[in-house]
Nanobody, 115 residues
Framework: QVQLVESGGGLVQAGGSLRLSCAASGSTFRVMGWYRQAPGKQRELVALISRLGSTDYAESVKGRFTISRDNAKNTVYLQMNSLKPDDTAVYYC???????????WGQGTQVTVSS
């Protein structure tokens, strides 16, 4: 059974940093990453990373967020710096076979950035 378990969310002031982690079990995946959903908005891509290290970022987070993964631990990370109130959302870990499809989702972790 596949499980994605996220951790690291919380409340931070604007300009601060947080690091999210997502540990996968039950399978390994070519692509892992993060999406987010703010209240009243659709879920959107934040960042994805392949097993070999290729990455894809949303324009809104480029230069501020860094995605990485430890294949040995089957874990993906999201380092979020220079956080803004607009980054407030529930962040979901994703895993799948390609950059265009996510087959599995975590339960989500809340990130709140205060102004």
């Amino acid at each position: 059974q596949v499980q994605l378990v996220e951790s690291g969310g919380g409340l931070v002031q604007a300009g601060g940093s947080l690091r999210l982690s997502c540990a996968a079990s039950g399978s390994t995946f070519r692509v892992m990453g993060w999406y987010r959903q703010a209240p009243g908005k659709q879920r959107e891509l934040v960042a994805l990373i392949s097993r070999l290290g290729s990455t894809d970022y949303a324009e809104s987070v480029k230069g501020r967020f860094t995605i990485s993964r430890d294949n040995a631990k089957n874990t993906v990370y999201l380092q979020m710096n220079s956080l803004k109130p607009d980054d407030t959302a529930v962040y979901y870990c994703s895993a799948g076979d390609s950059f265009s499809s996510s087959n599995y989702w975590g339960q989500g972790t809340q990130v709140t950035v205060s102004s």
